[in-house]
């Protein structure tokens, strides 16, 4: 079975950091793009970022540049989002996902979804 395993959410205050990690099972991580979305209440899901098969490519929402950073370990099966100088509104609920496709621009759809871990921050 194929299971997306996110950790490292929390409160926060605002301008601190997180490291948020995503472990995978079930599937050859090394074929599947992974990536980042985040819901806050209220709102539609939104795009985060994404890192291809091997680490070398990613892409981010216009919103996060700068501040996060995806990453993977492909020997621990591990995808981690570290995320600085964070602001109120990147509270939200963050999901981890997976897809054997890298998107084109933000459009993506990825195939496994993880449960999601809670991120507030604080003003």
């Known amino acids: 079975q194929v299971q997306l395993v996110e950790s490292g959410g929390g409160l926060v205050q605002a301008g601190g950091s997180l490291r948020l990690s995503c472990v995978a099972s079930g599937i050859t991580f090394t074929n599947y793009a992974m990536g980042w979305f985040r819901q806050a209440p209220e709102k539609e899901r939104e795009f985060v970022g994404v890192v291809s098969r091997s680490g070398g490519n990613t892409n981010y929402a216009d919103s996060v540049k700068g501040r996060f950073t995806i990453s993977r370990v492909n020997a621990k099966n591990t995808l981690y989002l570290q995320m600085n100088s964070l602001k109120p509104e990147d509270t939200a609920v963050y999901y981890c996902?997976?897809?054997?496709?890298?998107?084109?621009?933000?459009?993506?759809?990825?195939?496994?979804w993880g449960q999601g871990t809670q991120v507030t921050v604080s003003s």
């Open positions: 996902a997976a897809d054997h496709g890298y998107p084109y621009g933000s459009i993506w759809n990825p195939f496994y």
